[in-house]
């Protein structure tokens, strides 16, 4: 073996060697941290295929809707919307992000009372709004008490994206319970309002990765929003 092949094949063994050594350890992190400084952290949106043929220029809003009984601030609907059109059209990629028009929830809840949202189909509100898209996210379940005295956060949803000329649904996802965060916190910690709004952009993030690029380890420190007061 030549001096040159000698020093190739100590530097290969040496480095192997390492990579097994910090993964038993737990710190197998360290030695990944070039790749994720190029490459990054983010995965790609599950339906990046169906984002990339939206055409430029396109106008979307996200409509929100329940069946719960729930009213007034601990309704979550208005908040969701608000939340998910934040969150993917700032999480977007740069190009993406610059054709897309976004319509306020605002607008639909001064073209539609309560009922009608709740009632009328993803297509007729987008045809009203003049959208070329809706998000629509249906609330199957919502409740942010784990107990009298712990908040935690648990809802399910539907998500569908409608394309509103031809009434097409291009994205349905019937996605998990969500729950936030991993470990209940005391009530007396927080005011339930605060509380429901934070778990609100949680849920909305998660709801985000459908349509945008995400971190996937985002999740492992969820607790860390809930420092005790």
């Not at 790609?44 to 295929?49: D, M």
């Amino acid at each position: 073996m030549t001096h040159c092949r000698r020093l190739v094949y100590t530097f290969a063994t040496t480095t192997l060697l390492s990579f097994a050594l910090f993964s038993a350890s737990g710190c197998a992190g360290a030695l990944l941290m070039p790749f994720y400084l190029i490459n990054g952290t983010d995965a790609p949106a599950v339906y990046k295929n169906e984002m990339k043929e939206i055409p430029k220029g396109s106008k979307i809003v996200v409509v929100c809707r329940s069946n719960l009984n729930l009213y007034g601030s601990s309704n979550p609907d208005a908040d969701l919307a608000q939340s998910v059109t934040y969150v993917v059209s700032t999480e977007m990629k740069d190009k993406k992000k610059k054709n897309i028009q976004w319509i306020p929830y605002s607008e639909a809840e001064d073209q539609f009372d309560e009922e009608e949202l709740n009632s009328l189909s993803f297509e007729k509100i987008g045809h009203k709004l003049k959208a070329d898209y809706v998000i629509g996210v249906e609330i199957d379940s919502f409740e942010i008490h784990h107990s009298t005295q712990f908040y935690q956060g648990n809802a399910k949803v539907l998500v569908r994206m409608v394309r509103v000329r031809d009434g097409e649904t291009i994205v349905r996802e019937s996605m998990p319970n969500y729950v936030y965060p991993a470990n209940p916190v005391p009530s007396s910690d927080y005011d339930e309002i605060e509380f429901q709004k934070i778990y609100t952009v949680r849920l909305a993030r998660n709801i985000a990765k459908l349509f945008c690029p995400h971190d996937p380890h985002s999740e492992y420190a969820t607790d860390a929003d809930f420092a005790r007061k």
